[in-house]
């Protein structure tokens, strides 16, 4: 089992950058893929990044390639997301995901630990 505590989110300007944190416990996070999701007040839930494993593979959603990074340091088990380029439509709760299972997935469903999350607000 592995707890996820998101650190970061906050207000920043339009075409700002921000950048999350999420530190996970256990001795295992290296066995874990690891993502990043945002909600929007009154939308689904909807994937912004992904990192394999050993970070050799990084996917990312459609609405944030070209701006946000993902990394991942297994040795401080923690995940990162730099967001660049911040636009209005990016304000969401950002939630931190953890998934023990084979592959790199990228569905909300296939994510088997959750943090709270850490509200992030871009003003125009």
């Known amino acids: 089992q592995v707890q996820l505590v998101e650190s970061g989110g906050g207000l920043v300007q339009a075409v700002g950058s921000l950048r999350l944190s999420c530190a996970a416990s256990?001795?295992?996070?290296?066995?874990?893929?690891m993502g990043w999701f945002r909600q929007a007040p009154g939308k689904e839930r909807e994937f912004v990044a992904v990192?394999?494993?050993?970070?050799?593979?990084?996917y990312y959603g459609d609405s944030v390639k070209g701006r946000f990074t993902i990394s991942r340091d297994n040795a401080k088990n923690t995940v990162d997301l730099q967001m660049n380029s911040l636009k209005p439509e990016d304000t969401a709760v950002y939630y931190c995901?953890?998934?023990?299972?084979?592959?790199?997935?990228?569905?909300?469903?296939?994510?088997?630990?959750w943090g709270q999350g850490t509200q992030v607000t871009v003003s125009s």
């Open positions: 995901a953890a998934d023990q299972t084979p592959g790199v997935p990228t569905r909300e469903w296939e994510y088997e630990y």
């Open positions: 256990g001795r295992t996070f290296s066995s874990y893929a």
């Open positions: 990192i394999s494993r050993g970070g050799a593979i990084r």
